[in-house]
T-cell receptor, first 112, second 115 residues
């Protein structure tokens, strides 16, 4: 099976930088994705890392270290609208194809 | 069009009812998914369809029956559900399940309450 660990809650102020960590244990690892979900909304894709290193998409960056089974999401210039749940998700290869298993999620609260 | 639509938005049903959830996408995606999400929990994968064939069933009870009538549509038939099945049911699609096309697009979900 798979297990993913994330902090349950992170609080930061507007304009700050925050890092959400994710450690995972899985077989058939293919890559690590990050999704954002606002209360009452659908998960939306933020980023994906298949190889070690940093991927940057605007204010959001994601990092992966396959040897450490570790990744993080970095959010810069925080805005109030960034208050949401953030899920890391491992993409694993199975006999039926790729599938995603989500971490427990991190509730990010951005304060003034 | 990068939208996945789901109907109905809300559904209340009794334990003896039969109902269906519907999902549609017009992005030409060949993989479609059903997830279940309880409050304050992550989405949990239920089923994966790849090229209109069921490729993954995550040991879901038979009271949930998926169907993929064509490459754009995905249904979830519900029968004899239990109150603990109350949850948000999310549909998603992606290019395919081979690893190319990394993003899954999620619909807004159907909030199901079983009385």
């Amino acid at each position: 099976g798979q297990s993913l660990e994330q902090p349950s809650e992170v609080t930061a102020v507007e304009g700050a930088i925050v890092q959400i960590n994710c450690t995972y244990q899985t077989s058939g690892f293919y890559g690590l994705s990050w999704y954002q979900q606002h209360d009452g909304g659908a998960p939306t894709f933020l980023s994906y890392n298949a190889l070690d290193g940093l991927e940057e998409t605007g204010r959001f960056s994601s990092f992966l270290s396959r040897s450490d089974s570790y990744g993080y999401l970095l959010l810069q210039e925080l805005q109030m609208k960034d208050s949401a749940s953030y899920f890391c998700a491992v993409r694993v290869l199975t006999g039926g194809g790729n599938k995603l298993t989500f971490g427990t999620g991190t509730q990010l609260k951005v304060e003034l | 069009d990068t939208e996945v639509t789901q109907t109905p938005k809300h559904l209340v049903m009794g334990m003896t009812n039969k109902k269906s959830l519907k999902c549609e996408q017009h992005m030409g995606h060949r993989a479609m998914y059903w997830y279940k999400q309880k409050a304050k929990k992550p989405p949990e994968l239920m089923f994966v369809y790849s090229y209109e064939k069921l490729s993954i069933n995550e040991s879901v009870p038979s009271r949930f029956s998926p169907e993929c009538p064509n490459s754009s549509l995905l249904n979830l038939h519900l029968h004899a559900l239990q109150p603990e099945d109350s949850a948000l049911y999310l549909c998603a699609s992606s290019q395919d399940t081979s690893g190319s096309g990394n993003e899954q697009f999620f619909g807004p979900g159907t909030r199901l309450t079983v009385l």
